[in-house]
């Protein structure tokens, strides 16, 4: 499966078989940077907005069923009370949570929801930055990495676990777990990349 963000206010979705077909999910705002499909190609996310100088940002993320022509699910800035998914969404390995960055007053922060109902599973806000740029959860879905455009980098555990705190120069723009667990893949701006090991014996 490969989904596309279209013209303003689509995302084109293909099934890539013997012969490939193509849907198109109508979105309440145009899609922007954040575009995820669930790891079974069961779901997909798109993070939408606009912007002006006079209104700000407009936020929405949306949440589709494969197949379905409207969305199972509308997390919308309002009901939420930060922006979301400015820079990102991201489903979880097993495709129960989705994450996304948020912001309020020029704060960055992470949610994680529950799908398919949208109950908030965990939640931090008023980080030292903008913006989040990129996440990432573990193969097992128990942590989530989050890394911003001042370069921290927080690891979380979602079921309780510890949070740890990795400060570095340069702006993170992604990131990656291996699949034990153990290393975090950090891309930066500057196009190089480090290894921190993160997994309990480090």
Request: no cysteine.
């Amino acid at each position: 499966m490969l989904a596309v963000v279209g013209q303003f206010g689509r995302v084109d979705v293909w099934s890539l078989g013997d012969t490939a077909t193509s849907t198109t999910l109508k979105t309440a705002l145009p899609a922007r940077n954040g575009l995820a499909v669930s790891r079974d190609g069961a779901l997909i996310a798109a993070a939408e907005g606009t912007y002006s100088d006079d209104a700000g940002h407009t936020t929405v993320v949306e949440v589709w069923r494969r197949g379905a022509d409207s969305p199972l699910l509308r997390i919308d800035e309002k009901d939420a009370g930060v922006l979301v998914g400015v820079w990102g969404v991201l489903f979880s390995p097993d495709g129960s949570l989705l994450a996304a960055d948020t912001q309020k007053d020029g704060r960055s922060g992470i949610r994680v929801w529950e799908l398919p109902d949208g109950r908030v599973h965990f939640s931090s806000d008023g980080f030292n930055s903008y913006w989040v740029r990129a996440l990432a959860f573990s193969a097992d879905g128990r942590h989530l990495a989050s890394g911003d455009e001042k370069g921290t980098i927080w690891v979380r555990g979602l079921d309780g676990g510890g949070t740890r705190h990795i400060g570095r120069p340069g702006v993170v723009q992604s990131l990656a777990f291996s699949h034990d667990g153990r290393y975090l893949v950090v891309g930066n701006w500057d196009s190089t990349v480090e290894f921190w090991r993160v997994g309990s014996d480090g």
